[in-house]
């Protein structure tokens, strides 16, 4: 059976546009991750002994800066072609790397709640006006992400709606989670702003 072919970026700036994100299967090279992988694992190692009691985004869970060194940094990741055609889509041609990091969720963490990433509004003194796409995280795992591992969970459509109300939602069982399965090198695009989620995705 012919396999379909892979969506085409337009066809995943609408799929954002629809549900707040979208996932770009088989993007990126299994080799430059694994590089990565393999040289962060002891700056990951020496980080948690430094801060073992500290976690940063709940328990047994570290939010830390990535090096900008190859080989944990690569080109790719941030200019492949492919990529910067479905930001530059979604967005504009003018967009900003705000951020190169690690959310490691360790042995032993949890599910956060649901929750919206971005906490502070563009506008604050109206939080639910509804604005076209203006930041994105595009993230990656170094591993395989199964259902084992806790993946994160991304409620579809919930960044149209004001958080209030999709939090209600949600917590009602009205509207359902999908949890995001990423092979190595599967890429997601996750609209943060509104749309609510839960994360874990231990290493």
């Known amino acids: 059976m012919e396999k379909p072919s892979p969506l085409t970026p337009r066809e995943k700036v609408a799929e954002i546009q629809e549900k707040g994100f979208c996932v770009l299967r088989a993007h990126l090279g299994q080799s430059v991750i694994q ?20 976690p940063n985004r709940g328990e047994n869970r570290h939010f830390l800066a990535m090096p900008f060194e190859p080989p944990c940094f690569a080109p790719e990741f941030f200019f492949d072609a492919g990529l910067l055609s479905v930001v530059h ?12 990091d690690c959310d490691a969720a360790l042995r032993g963490s949890k599910h956060q709640d649901f929750h919206v990433d971005y906490q502070r509004p563009l506008f604050p003194e109206a939080p639910n006006l509804s604005l076209p796409i203006y930041m994105l995280v595009v993230s990656f795992g170094l591993m395989n992400i199964k259902p084992r591992h806790g993946p994160i969970e991304i409620t579809p459509g919930t960044h149209t709606m004001p958080r209030d109300e999709a939090l209600r939602f949600v917590q009602g069982g009205e509207i359902n989670s999908q949890p995001i399965i990423l092979d190595l090198g599967d890429v997601l695009c996750l609209f943060v702003i509104r749309g609510l989620c839960i994360e874990a995705l231990p290493i």
Do not use: H, T
């Open 35 to 54: 590089s990565c992988r393999e040289a962060f694992w002891p700056i990951l190692l020496d980080y948690v002994q430094r801060n073992r009691d500290k």
């Open 89 to 100: 889509g979604a967005m504009d041609d003018r967009v900003i790397a705000d951020q190169w």
